[in-house]
């Protein structure tokens, strides 16, 4: 025999819509929303000895109190020698990296293309809109030199994913 449950809509005891967990599912670890923006595809040069932002950053507002975030950032930047580039994630006004940064970009020797990767696991507790942003300084200047993204006309990427804990 063969049943068949026909309804117009499911609601919670609250009058909401139900998510997997009202339904006891198990849903921990999976990737609930993906948000990415590409940076400007101009010259932008690093000179500031404080964090700056390098035109990445993304809005998201949580699904759960309890998701964790996976912050990825990708780009080449062109550095001068003797010249050290710090970069970090902030989440709103907090530097998720140290004093320092995440990543650090070094070249000793001759101008040259480094590449970044960013990635750093964040769990904000909250369901208000966040913004996390790269942002990058170098250090006080050696020689004079800057470092530079974009010089060789390479996209900067930045992607936030949320997911569910």
Same mark, same amino acid.
């Not at 930047?77 to 994630?89: G, P, Y």
């Given at each position: ?56 950053? $993304? ?5 759960? =109190?309890? #998701?964790?975030?996976?912050? /990825? *950032?990708?780009?080449? !930047? ?59 300084? $170098? ?5 004079? =030199?800057? #470092?530079?993204?974009?010089? /060789? *006309?390479?996209?900067? !990427? ?8």
């Amino acid at each position: 025999m063969t049943s068949v449950l026909k309804v117009d809509s499911i609601q919670n005891a609250a009058g909401g819509a139900p998510t997997a967990a009202d339904l006891g599912l198990n849903v921990a670890g999976t990737v609930l929303q993906v948000k990415q923006t590409i940076g400007s595809t101009s010259v932008q040069n690093i000179s500031s000895t404080s964090f700056a932002g390098v035109g990445l950053s $993304v809005n998201i507002t949580p699904r759960n =109190a309890n #998701s964790k975030f996976l912050v /990825q *950032g990708a780009m080449d !930047i062109d550095v001068d020698a003797n010249e050290q580039t710090f970069f970090t994630v902030f989440r709103d006004a907090t530097d998720l990296g140290s004093t320092n940064g995440l990543v650090n970009a070094w070249n000793g020797t001759n101008r040259m293309i480094v590449p970044v990767t960013i990635l750093i696991l964040d769990a904000p507790s909250t369901t208000s809109q966040i913004t996390y942003e790269i942002k990058a300084k $170098v250090a006080p200047a050696i020689s004079g =030199a800057a #470092s530079r993204l974009n010089s /060789q *006309g390479c996209k900067i !990427i930045m992607t936030v994913s949320e997911i569910a804990g």
